[in-house]
T-cell receptor
Framework: GENVEQHPSTLSVQEGDSAVIKCTYSDSASNYFPWYKQELGKRPQLIIDIRSNVGEKKDQRIAVTLNKTAKHFSLHITETQPEDSAVYFCAASWGGSNYKLTFGKGTLLTVNP | DAGVTQSPTHLIKTRGQQVTLRCSPKSGHDTVSWYQQALGQGPQFIFQYYEEEERQRGNFPDRFSGHQFPNYSSELNVNALLLGDSALYLC?????????FGPGTRLTVT
């Protein structure tokens, strides 16, 4: 079945440094890859997403890259700030829009001031 | 414009009981998906409703059932509760690729 693996499970960086979280997926038919940020006790919040016809997408300090050949995608956060501290989840879906999401297990990012 | 809302916020039930959780989608969204999030894990897909019918289903037993109403709101029902059903239940609404989550219902089974 579908499988999404996410690494690392925890990541600690100094404020101002960059953070990178990586995910791999199993099904080459996957075509949509969102990233969610979940703060403690709150809902997962969609922060950026990418479709399979695009290799990279940026939104201010956040970027996502996709390598379809290797079946992996990554989240890049630059100039990290303490408020970036949260659990980040990658996900993948295959099929049309509105298709179910399969999530990775999450990465706890801690940004130290 | 209200986002996705869920009720109740917290719920405590006893093994064997039944529970109903509710979700109202974001305005303009016609599809509701339900996910179960165990502590320290990513959300796991339960099922999805569109046009009042179950369109997709994850690997969950028949004890988990749902419904979607004409106004697109949805319910998740779980029968014969087990201790392992304790989790955060999230609903997400969508109208395309992007899924937006509600705040969740924290279910504790004792």
């Amino acid at each position: 079945g579908e499988n999404v693996e996410q690494h690392p499970s925890t990541l600690s960086v100094q404020e101002g440094d960059s953070a990178v979280i990586k995910c791999t997926y199993s099904d080459s038919a996957s075509n949509y890859f969102p990233w969610y940020k979940q703060e403690l006790g709150k809902r997962p919040q969609l922060i950026i997403d990418i479709r399979s016809n695009v290799g990279e997408k940026k939104d201010q300090r956040i970027a996502v890259t996709l390598n379809k050949t290797a079946k992996h995608f990554s989240l890049h956060i630059t100039e990290t700030q303490p408020e970036d501290s949260a659990v980040y989840f990658c996900a993948a879906s295959w099929g049309g829009s509105n298709y179910k999401l399969t999530f990775g297990k999450g990465t706890l990012l801690t940004v130290n001031p | 414009d209200a986002g996705v809302t869920q009720s109740p916020t917290h719920l405590i039930k006893t093994r064997g009981q039944q529970v109903t959780l509710r979700c109202s989608p974001k305005s303009g969204h016609d599809t509701v998906s339900w996910y179960q999030q165990a502590l320290g894990q990513g959300p796991q897909f339960i099922f999805q409703y569109y046009e009042e019918e179950e369109r997709q289903r994850g690997n969950f037993p028949d004890r988990f059932s749902g419904h979607q109403f004409p106004n697109y709101s949805s319910e998740l029902n779980v029968n014969a509760l087990l201790l392992g059903d304790s989790a955060l239940y999230l609903c997400a609404s969508s109208e395309g690729y992007e899924q937006y989550f509600g705040p969740g219902t924290r279910l504790t089974v004792t």
